[in-house]
């Protein structure tokens, strides 16, 4: 197992590290000088990198590929606010010194119960065609399998192995509380919106050595994808309602919310606005709980920018956290001093404490951290 993670950069700022990586992807460029440089994103189970080599260049430029496996040496630095490895050395690992539980995140919940989960909410269903519907998804051997595997996203939330399976029982539940507030919102029809909703993902993406498109997810997105798995499960319900279809057919394209964000379709009935913001907002929960979990370690409770959600995040609980006020209270599991001398007799101390330095350090970061009102392109969507 490897020492160094993508996710401990804000431990070795400015410091040299060896690890190794698996190129997620490949650019070679020209220089000002019309020399070529190397453009890489490296990546491992904890995130992504970009790495950049100036240097001995034509040495390497053909020694390895994208989704290869390299050991690098390198300088860990940042650039507009982001962390970048500097490349001084690399080489191509073997396929024996490869252990690929380091570069694919995975699940840390159990994959057989959430599959359960999953299923016993489908049995709850009242309505026979949604239920017969969903069941004919998840008993398919290919579709099951796949389903248990696949990312919900290639990087933005959920990125990782079980992170579909994961995200959709989450919406699931989130979906189950709604419905109770809302008496109108037929409850079978926003649950199977929520488990086909990405399902065309476990075609859109691979995740062999690293999460990247397909070649047919990025011409066709799982969108259409999606469309297509519902036309052909379809054919097995010759009496399934063309009314019933309509509206699934309206929840897959319309589930992104916004023509921006890649719905050909805005939501046009309850459960369609329904699953487009539940669908939303388990996304963004989970890439804030992504960060504060990769930035655990800071000191102070705000974390780095957000490109993903276009802002520097505020760990409430680190902030809330009680703090340190003074060495006294720092030092208050420390051996008990010494009693004085049985003549009464005292020896000079300083009992002042001083206030830890920390604490106004903390304060400069949290008063400094760019608070950004925009609303960029980047918004996330998946």
């Known amino acids: 197992m490897k020492e160094f993670y993508i996710s401990d950069c804000v431990r ?26 190397l453009a890489l994103t490296l990546g491992d189970r904890s995130g992504q990198l970009e790495a950049k080599m100036w240097d001995n260049v034509e040495e390497v430029l053909e020694a390895f590929d994208q989704d290869d496996f390299l050991k690098i040496k390198g300088l860990v630095n940042k650039y507009k606010n982001r962390f ?18 380091d570069y694919l995140p995975k699940t840390t919940k159990n994959i057989d119960a959430l599959w359960q989960t999953l299923g016993e909410f489908v049995a709850s269903f009242q309505d026979p065609h949604l239920k017969a519907l969903v069941q004919a998804f998840m008993s398919d051997p290919e579709v099951s399998a796949a389903y248990r595997n696949a990312p919900a996203a290639k990087t933005l939330h959920h ?12 919406l699931f539940k989130s ?7 809302y008496p109108q919102v037929n409850r079978d029809l926003l649950l199977t919106g929520a488990f086909l909703h990405d399902i065309g993902k476990i075609y859109e993406l691979t995740y062999n050595r690293s999460f990247t498109y397909t070649t047919r997810g990025q011409l066709l997105g799982h969108m259409i994808i999606e469309l297509e798995m519902l036309q052909a ?29 890649g719905s050909p379709k805005l939501p046009m009935f309850p459960e369609a606005l329904m699953l487009h913001y539940l669908d939303d907002l388990d996304s963004k929960m989970e890439a804030m709980r992504a960060q504060f979990e990769r930035e655990a370690d800071l000191e102070s409770p705000w974390t780095s920018f957000n490109s993903s959600l276009g802002r520097p995040l505020l760990d409430s609980a680190k902030f809330l956290k009680p703090k340190i006020n003074s ?16 003549n009464g007799s005292m020896a000079a101390s300083d009992t002042t404490a001083e206030n830890s330095p920390g604490l106004e350090v903390e304060a400069e970061t949290a008063a400094a951290a760019p608070v950004q009102v925009r609303f960029p392109d980047s918004w996330m969507r998946k």
């Open 12 to 37: 070795h700022e400015n410091k040299v590290v060896t690890s190794t990586f698996v190129v997620v992807a490949k650019q070679i460029k020209p220089k000002k000088t019309g020399d070529p440089y």
């Open 84 to 101: 970048q490895l500097t490349i001084h050395k690399l080489r191509k690992l073997g396929e024996s010194e490869i252990d690929f539980a």
């Open 159 to 170: 990125a990782y192995i079980g992170g579909l399976l994961d995200h959709v029982v989450s």
């Open 175 to 181: 979906c189950d509380l709604m419905v109770k507030n």
């Open 233 to 261: 499960k379809l054919a097995l319900f010759p009496d399934f309602p063309t009314e019933l279809k309509t509206l699934i057919e309206h929840l897959i394209i319309s589930h992104h919310g916004e023509y921006e964000f």
């Open 327 to 342: 060495e006294a209270e720092r030092n208050i599991d420390a051996p008990t001093a010494p009693a004085p001398p049985s």
